[in-house]
């Protein structure tokens, strides 16, 4: 009988609008927790916005392309570098405005002396800070605290190639020879300074300070930018637990926000990579995602593994129980309450009787007369091999048309006497009751008989022993070394 229409359940449905709205809301909140995860990491290319790969194995090192591609024409750190309570760090941001200073005094009369004296001092007054700076940043390291010092490297090696065309060189001494007067002028000065603000002002331009808090961590201001995303998936979460206990008889609010478990990553304030689960749901539940697909391989793969565990505990359970009835004597008991106890008889029918005659019948009305040829080949084959052993026989049959003559009496003979055996037997299975109290006194005489012989002669501890032997090794042999193939494969014959 069909259930009644619920119309309170009707009303209290989600509709769909604001299943995508909220689904919507949550792929936004997890675009930005995805993008914060992993803002320090790429923060290189959110500020420079330039893509470059690099390659070293042993002494093999190459960079593609020679030149940085920008494929991202924004520079977004000064708008998110709060968040993550990022600063500019000062020694390294105080050096690149130096070069900018020299850069915009500098020029190769002023340089060489020709020009303004009073420019020319203030040229040398420059580099001489900036050789200075470049022994004090190798010292310190200022870019240790970013965890950038692989950045620092590349920034030494890229200087020793450049002055010194090796590596191996001293990375004070480089930066010492390129600050200096002569080698900008004998290199000139125009490449020299592209070099720089090509090759290693971008590098340099990366490091920066993070603050830490009262806590000990570095500042995470994230919180803020996720609360207004929290306050929508509480009241949400709320909303939705209470309309499932009016719903739902018995199912208190407790229990509906323990329905509701995955929402539960919403509101934790670590690991948030983790709504990935509720917001998984709710695009399934939206219909903005079809996850069916998913949900089957996975709820398989989950039955699989459940599936060979239970069936392989379950089956060999049963075998050990068999067993250990066949050792506590359920087979003699049987037997012996066979001889002892009344038989009850529910419809006044014997129904092995009923049984043997319709397999009887099928046999005689229908098999063996479709096997009537081949019954006749077999038995005159036989008859010929049996004939062949008598002396005189072979001779016999080399006479003109003996062979062929006694071929056809014999098959003659045999059709006949097919026939004939059929015909008695189909005789038998007519409604005979007598028929039926001699079979049934047959077959209780052989029961009767067969456990007599079997008590008396002992052989029915030999069939005991047999049996457990023979279940032990059917345990063996085929139920503990059940596969998970042979699960999967029966699964993928089952529609989950």
Do not use: C
Not at 42 to 61: A, E, I, N
Not at 301 to 316: C, L, Y
Not at 386 to 399: F, H, K, R
Request: glycine share 4%; proline share 4%; aromatic share 12%.
């Amino acid at each position: 009988m069909p259930r009644p229409f619920d119309r309170s359940k009707k009303r209290l449905a989600v509709p769909l609008w604001y299943e995508r709205m909220l689904a919507l809301i949550l792929l936004a909140n997890y675009g930005l927790v995805l993008f914060d995860l992993t803002y320090i990491p790429l923060r290189d290319f959110w500020l420079q916005g330039t893509v470059q790969l690099s390659v070293k194995v042993g002494p093999f090192h190459r960079v593609f392309p020679k030149q940085p591609v920008r494929i991202f024409p924004f520079n977004i750190t000064p708008y998110y570098d709060w968040v993550k309570g990022i600063e500019p760090y000062r020694s390294t941001t105080a050096y690149l405005e130096l070069v900018d200073e020299l850069n915009s005094k500098l020029d190769e009369q002023a340089l060489d002396g020709a020009g303004n004296v009073q420019q020319a001092q203030e040229i040398d007054n420059i580099l001489a800070e900036l050789r200075q700076d470049s022994a004090q940043m190798i010292i310190e390291n200022p870019f240790q605290i970013a965890n950038k010092t692989g950045t620092f490297e590349r920034i030494k090696n890229r200087m020793r190639l450049h002055v010194f065309g090796s590596t191996d060189a001293s990375a004070t001494e480089s930066f010492e020879t390129f600050w200096s007067k002569e080698y900008l002028l004998k290199n000139g000065l125009t490449s020299q300074l592209l070099f720089f603000d090509r090759e290693i002002r971008p590098l340099i331009a990366t490091n920066y300070f993070r603050e830490i808090g009262e806590n000990g961590q570095p500042v995470d201001n994230f919180g803020l930018i996720d609360f207004p995303f929290f306050l929508i998936f509480l009241v949400d979460f709320l909303g939705r637990t209470r309309l499932i206990s009016l719903r739902y008889r018995g199912i208190s609010w407790v229990d509906a926000m323990l329905w509701r478990w995955y929402d539960l990553f919403l509101f934790l304030p670590f690991f948030r990579w983790l709504r990935i689960i509720p917001l998984t749901v709710r695009l399934d539940k939206a219909k903005l995602m079809d996850l069916n697909k998913v949900k089957g391989q996975a709820t398989q793969g989950f039955v699989a593994i459940i599936a060979e565990d239970m069936t392989e505990v379950i089956v060999v359970r049963l075998v050990e129980q068999m067993q250990q009835l066949v050792r506590e004597g359920a087979l003699r008991k049987i037997l012996d309450r066979a001889k002892t106890t009344q038989y009850i008889d529910l419809n006044n029918r014997n129904e092995l009787v009923e049984i043997i005659r319709i397999v009887s019948q099928v046999l005689l009305q229908k098999v063996l007369p479709e096997v009537e040829p081949e019954v006749q080949d077999f038995m005159l084959y036989n008859m010929q091999s049996s004939l062949g052993q008598i002396q005189g026989y072979s001779q016999l049959q080399s006479l003109p048309g003996v062979k062929n003559m006694q071929r056809e009496m014999m098959a003659n003979m045999i059709a006949i006497f097919y026939q004939r055996i059929l015909t008695i037997l189909q005789s038998f299975l007519e409604q005979d009751k007598e028929f039926e109290r001699l079979l049934e006194n047959l077959l209780t005489k052989l029961t009767t008989e067969l456990n007599l012989e079997l008590n008396q002669q002992h052989h029915l501890e030999d069939i005991e022993e047999l049996l457990i032997d023979f279940l032990e090794e059917f345990k063996i042999n085929y139920l503990q070394k059940l596969s998970e193939a042979d699960i999967e494969r029966i699964l993928g014959n089952t529609a989950i």
